[in-house]
C-alpha cells in the first residue's frame, strides 16, 4: 500500500493468502467484550477454525495485542507466525519478538 504506514486495511493485502481481517465495532457485540477483556480503543485478536489463538509476546497477556505496532512488517510477522502455529494445532503460539517492558510498545 503506498499512501498508509500500517493501517490493518493496508496490511490486509500483505497477509490475504493466509488471514482474512476483521473489524469489529465492540458496542455490537457486548457480550463479546466481557469473555475476551475489550476495553481498548483497538484490539487485535487471533482465531483459527473458529478458536481463539493466543500468543506469548512476553507482556503477560496471552489474549490480545492492545498497543499501536509502529511496523507494518512486525505485524505481519506475527500473523504468519500465528497461522503456522494454529495450522500445526498449537493453542499459544511464541511471537517471533519479545514485547516485554524493555522494549517500547
Same mark, same amino acid.
Given at each position: ?31 463479546? @467484550? ?8 483497538? /484490539? ?5 477454525? @473458529? ?8 507482556? #503477560? ?19 504468519? /507466525? ?6 500445526? #494445532? ?10 516485554? /517492558?524493555?522494549?517500547?510498545?
Amino acid at each position: 500500500c503506498f499512501k498508509c504506514d500500517c493501517s490493518l486495511f493496508c496490511l490486509n493485502f500483505k497477509v490475504k493468502n493466509f488471514a482474512v481481517i476483521y473489524l469489529v465495532d465492540i458496542t455490537e457485540v457486548p457480550d463479546f @467484550n466481557k469473555m475476551y477483556e475489550l476495553y481498548d480503543p483497538c /484490539t487485535v485478536m487471533f482465531f483459527f477454525r @473458529n478458536k481463539h489463538i493466543m500468543i506469548d509476546l512476553g507482556t #503477560g497477556n496471552n489474549n490480545k495485542i492492545n498497543w499501536a505496532m509502529e511496523d507494518k512488517q512486525e505485524m505481519i510477522d506475527i500473523v504468519e /507466525t500465528v497461522y503456522r502455529g494454529a495450522r500445526k #494445532g498449537r493453542g499459544l503460539v511464541v511471537s517471533p519478538k519479545d514485547y516485554s /517492558t524493555k522494549y517500547r510498545y
